[in-house]
């Protein structure tokens, strides 16, 4: 895995910048309802609506789920704090490092929590049900959990770069939908829709894709494993190394606790 801290002042312009965070806290908003169960406005009396943004990094996308719903009193937290440093820059002392496994919040405090680029990160199932268990806990009943799905699939858009790289070795998805969607359902959580965005930014151009092969991006590819140099040698003869291939689409979907 990456080291986010060391990533985290380069992030957000490797990443698609604005205009994807832009695109991704959209489609995030679609899936939680703005005036059902509290949500951007208030459920009882005196208690304003709260939002989760668990693993929000550098704080890009939390600031515009923010700014979208300004009766929502919003919370990021990252364990990296890197991330985090960065993130509190955006919602000043609205962000917290915690980690996503063993949240530091009591049952029932949330009306929704988001995990965006978060599950794939996961090195096996097991971390991904215990994540989804405490999005599930600190949830209020009505509340809905939103979490991006298949994030390495949406990579592969059908290029020539796909063409070379199909036969690189990969670890089993920890984000499959299917997956995901069960362990959800484990935690007394029931689907409530599903959105795609565009990784505005993102698309992948043959020089740029043998720099992050060399860069350790593809973890199952070290820098120093022979396999990598021979997979950039193939990019490096692909026409057009610049030319950016489509940008990938993110799914994203969302599960609602039931009301007691």
Do not use: N
């Not at 459920?43 to 923010?66: H, K, Q, S």
């Not at 858009?157 to 939908?177: E, F, K, T």
């Not at 151009?205 to 590819?221: E, N, V, Y």
């Amino acid at each position: 895995m990456l080291d986010y801290d060391k990533e985290a002042a380069a992030y957000d312009a490797t990443r698609g910048g604005e205009a994807r965070a832009e695109a991704a806290a959209d489609a995030v908003l679609t899936l939680i309802p703005d005036h059902a169960h509290g949500l951007g406005g208030t459920e009882g009396p005196g208690r304003p609506a709260r939002l989760l943004d668990l693993a929000c990094g550098t704080g890009i996308v939390t600031r515009r789920l923010a700014a979208a719903r300004p009766a929502l009193r919003v919370t990021g937290a990252d364990r990296a704090p890197g991330m985090a440093r960065m993130a509190a820059t955006r919602l000043p002392g609205a962000v917290l490092i915690a980690d996503s496994r063993r949240l530091p919040f009591a049952d029932a405090t949330f009306d929704a929590v988001t995990t965006v680029w978060l599950l794939h990160l996961m090195a096996d199932a097991a971390e991904v049900r215990a994540i989804v268990a405490e999005c599930a806990r600190v949830l209020r009943p009505g509340g809905v959990y939103v979490t991006t799905v298949d994030k390495a699939a949406a990579h592969d858009v059908g290029s020539d770069i796909d063409a070379v790289l199909a036969a690189r070795p990969r670890r089993p998805a920890s984000d499959a939908a299917a997956d995901v969607t069960a362990y959800a359902l484990a935690s007394g959580l029931l689907p409530a829709g599903a959105a795609v965005f565009t990784g505005v930014g993102q698309g992948r151009s043959p020089r740029s894709t043998r720099a992050d092969l060399r860069r350790g991006w593809f973890t199952m590819l070290p820098p120093d494993d022979p396999r990598a140099e021979a997979f950039a040698e193939r990019l490096a003869a692909l026409p057009d190394q610049d030319r950016r291939r489509p940008d990938p689409r993110f799914r994203v979907r969302a599960f609602r606790k039931p009301e007691a």
